[in-house]
C-alpha cells in the first residue's frame, strides 16, 4: 500500500509529464540526503519500474558490478553473467530492454555517485548508453538520484564531456516548507501547534526524514532530547553522516560551517579563508558553491553593495543546532535540551533561528505584505559608522519606491518595544538613511511570533507579518 505523498506538487506534476512525453527523457533528481528524493520516485513509479538499482555505499567497482547485475536478475527474471566492467554492465542492460514489448521503460537508477567509483569508467559508460542508445529511441525514461549533490551537479548537471547538456530535466528536491511540515505532522495524526512546528523546524528544518522521527504523543522538547541526546539517540551521530555522505573530504566543508555558525550574520570569501586556515585558491570556491547547492549555506549582497562583497552565511537548521547544542553537550545529558529552554544560549539561538526561518520563507512574507507581484531585492543591510553596530538582518527593496526594514523577533507572547529599543530603532533607521542616501520611502516592518504588543512605542511599526502567515502558501 502506497503512503500519501505529502506536498511536492510541483515535483509530481512534473515527473508525469516527462514519463508520459513521446520522447526518451533523462532526469536527474537531486537534493540533500534525507530530504525524499527516493520516497518520491518510489511511491510516484516503484510499481511500474522496468529496472531499479541502488548503488552501495564504499564498495568497490566489483562489489558495484556485482549490486548492478543481481537488480538486472531481479528485474528481467533472467540470470546474467557477471560483468567485468561497465561497458559490459550497460550492455546487458540494452538486451535486457530491447526484449521487451513495446510501451515506456522507467529506469530508475539511486544514489549514482556511488557506483562512480575511482578510475570504473561508469561515468562514461553511462555517457555511451545514453548517448549511442538510449537517446536515440522513445521509450527510455532514465531516473537518477543520489545525495552526494556536488558530484551530481559537476558530472551530469554541469557535465562538460559526453554528457554535456544530455540532461533533458533536473528536479532539485528542497526541504518542506512550514505548512508542508503542518500537512506532514497531520498525516501522522501528530496535534502541534503552529509554534510547536516552527520551534521543530528551528531544530531540524523541513526535512522529511528527520519529522519521521518525531514520535506521537510527546512534545518537541521531549522528541529533541529523545533524537540527539539519549543514550542510544537514534540521530546521536547524524552530523557526521550527513556531511561524510554528501562530501568528499567533508572535514574542510565542516570548517566552513563551523565558522559560519559562530559568525552569525555571515563571512565574505576572505574572512573565511582566515579563519578555516583553508588555502586561498580555487578550492574553498567551489566548495562554497556546493554548499549554497545543497542548501547549507546562502550567499547574498548586503543592500548596496556589489557582487565582490557578497556574504555567506550559514541558514541550515539542523548544522546550527549540532555547533550550538549538540556538541556542547559535554556532561552527556539526556534531557540536554528540555533543560536548555530558559538558558542565555537557548535564547540566543532561537532569535537567530527564527531570523532564518523567516529568511526560508520570503515568498510567505511578501504575500502577507501584499506585494507578492511587485518585483523586490532581499538583503541585509549592516552599518559602516554607527558606533551601536547598527544592521538590519531583511531588507526588502521594492521596485515601487518602497524599502522595507524589517526586524524578525521570536517571542512565546506579544512582543514588547520598550523605551531603550525603540531608541534603538530610530538609530538604525537615521544611520540607514544617512548612509545609504536612499530616496525611497521606508516602511518599518516586524514579524514576529504573536504580533507586536500595543503600547506607546508600537506606532513606529508600518507593517506586520506573524507566523501564522508563514504556514500559507
Not at 281 to 303: H, Q
Request: a positive charge; proline letters at 2%.
Amino acid at each position: 500500500m502506497k503512503t500519501e505523498i505529502v506536498g511536492r506538487i510541483r515535483e509530481q506534476k512534473e515527473l508525469k509529464e516527462y514519463i508520459a512525453s513521446k520522447s526518451s527523457e533523462f532526469i536527474a533528481i537531486y537534493g540533500r540526503r534525507r530530504v525524499g528524493k527516493t520516497f518520491l520516485v518510489r511511491e510516484m513509479y516503484g510499481d511500474r519500474f522496468t529496472f531499479y538499482v541502488t548503488g552501495m555505499d564504499n564498495a568497490s567497482m566489483q562489489e558495484q558490478l556485482l549490486n548492478f547485475n543481481l537488480a538486472l536478475r531481479r528485474s528481467s527474471g533472467r540470470e546474467w553473467k557477471n560483468a567485468s566492467n561497465w561497458l559490459l554492465a550497460f550492455e546487458q542492460l540494452i538486451s535486457y530492454l530491447e526484449g521487451l514489448p513495446q510501451g515506456n521503460k522507467i529506469i530508475f537508477m539511486d544514489e549514482l555517485p556511488w557506483m562512480d567509483t575511482h578510475k570504473s569508467g561508469f561515468v562514461s559508460a553511462l555517457e555511451h548508453f545514453w548517448n549511442a542508445w538510449a537517446s536515440a529511441r522513445r521509450d527510455i525514461k532514465l531516473i537518477v538520484c543520489g545525495s552526494a549533490t556536488s558530484w551530481m551537479i559537476d558530472k551530469l548537471i554541469n557535465n562538460r564531456g559526453g554528457l554535456h547538456n544530455r540532461l533533458t530535466h533536473r528536479i532539485l528536491i528542497e526541504p518542506f516548507n512550514l505548512e508542508e511540515c503542518e500537512q506532514y505532522f497531520h498525516s501522522r495524526n501528530i496535534a502541534y501547534s503552529r509554534h510547536e512546528i516552527a520551534e521543530c523546524y528551528m531544530v531540524i528544518g523541513g526535512i522529511p526524514f528527520y519529522l519521521s522521527q518525531m514520535k506521537k504523543g510527546l512534545s518537541v522538547a521531549q522528541n529533541i532530547d529523545r533524537l540527539f541526546f539519549a543514550g542510544s539517540a537514534a540521530l546521536g551521530n547524524e552530523f557526521d553522516n550527513l556531511y561524510r555522505a554528501l562530501f568528499k573530504y567533508s572535514e574542510k566543508y565542516v570548517k566552513i560551517v563551523e565558522a559560519l555558525a559562530i559568525k552569525g550574520k555571515g563571512l565574505n570569501r576572505l574572512e573565511l579563508i582566515k579563519q578555516t586556515g583553508l588555502s586561498n585558491n580555487g578550492g574553498p570556491t567551489t566548495m562554497l558553491k556546493e554548499l549554497e547547492a545543497c542548501g547549507f549555506i546562502r550567499k547574498y549582497e548586503p543592500f548596496g553593495k556589489v557582487k565582490k562583497d557578497a556574504l555567506y552565511q550559514l541558514v541550515d537548521f539542523f548544522t546550527l543546532f549540532y555547533f550550538k547544542f549538540i556538541l556542547k553537550n559535554r556532561y552527556k545529558d539526556e534531557h540536554f535540551w528540555t533543560s536548555s529552554q530558559e538558558s542565555p544560549v537557548y535564547r540566543a539561538w532561537s532569535g537567530y533561528a527564527f531570523e532564518m526561518l523567516c529568511l526560508c520563507h520570503i515568498r510567505q512574507i511578501k504575500k502577507a505584505l501584499g506585494i507578492s507581484g511587485i518585483q523586490s531585492l532581499v538583503s541585509s543591510w549592516r552599518s559602516e559608522t554607527s558606533e551601536e553596530g547598527a544592521q538590519i538582518d531583511l531588507v526588502i527593496d521594492r521596485k515601487d519606491q518602497t524599502v522595507n526594514l524589517c526586524e524578525m523577533k521570536y517571542s512565546i507572547i506579544e512582543f514588547a518595544i520598550d523605551k531603550k529599543y525603540d531608541a534603538n530603532l530610530r538609530n538604525k533607521q537615521a544611520a540607514f538613511l544617512a548612509e545609504t542616501k536612499t530616496r525611497k520611502s521606508i516602511q518599518l516592518t516586524f514579524i514576529t511570533t504573536y504580533g507586536v504588543k500595543p503600547n506607546a512605542y508600537s506606532s513606529r511599526v508600518q507593517s506586520e507579518v506573524l507566523l501564522e502567515d508563514l504556514f500559507i502558501n
